[in-house]
């Protein structure tokens, strides 16, 4: 899958998902301090899920209606960080044709999944 991961990603998940194989551009390697909007322009034009642990992109997605292909948000709290990337490769492996058109909610131990409008 391809992935556009916002500056607020833990690099963990952006090393386990290219570990995997996956595409993922990491926004504080290609374009630091690069704005939300643009971060969901860039991802929706080629064809990338948002990786965030910024509640913003909800906002941006639902209330403000920008178009994306998909948004991963993680909320996970510093006694499951370890757990992270590996959580986020669990979820691609059982859910991968899911998170296109959705905006995924991860924690420890659930997803939730809504469709995009």
Same mark, same amino acid.
């Given at each position: 899958?391809?992935?556009?991961?916002?500056?607020?990603?833990?690099?963990?998940?952006?090393?386990?998902?290219?570990?995997?194989?996956?595409?993922?551009?990491?926004?504080?390697?290609?374009?630091? *301090?690069?704005?939300?909007?643009?971060?969901? %322009?860039? %991802?929706? %034009?080629?064809?990338?899920?948002?990786?965030?642990?910024?509640?913003? @992109?909800?906002?941006?997605?639902?209330?403000?209606?920008?178009?994306?292909?998909?948004?991963?948000?993680?909320? @996970?709290?510093?006694? %499951?960080?370890?757990?992270?990337?590996?959580?986020?490769?669990?979820?691609?492996?059982?859910?991968?044709?899911?998170?296109?058109?959705? @905006?995924?909610?991860?924690?420890? *131990?659930?997803?939730?999944?809504?469709?995009?409008?």
């Amino acid at each position: 899958m391809r992935f556009m991961a916002d500056e607020s990603c833990d690099f963990a998940v952006v090393w386990a998902l290219r570990e995997a194989g996956h595409d993922v551009l990491y926004v504080s390697e290609t374009d630091p *301090g690069a704005e939300d909007d643009a971060v969901v %322009a860039r %991802a929706y %034009a080629e064809g990338r899920v948002v990786l965030t642990e910024d509640r913003d @992109f909800g906002r941006l997605v639902f209330a403000a209606s920008r178009p994306a292909v998909g948004v991963l948000y993680l909320r @996970f709290p510093l006694p %499951a960080r370890d757990a992270l990337g590996q959580a986020v490769l669990n979820l691609v492996r059982e859910k991968g044709d899911a998170l296109m058109g959705s @905006f995924v909610t991860l924690q420890p *131990g659930r997803a939730r999944i809504s469709r995009l409008p």
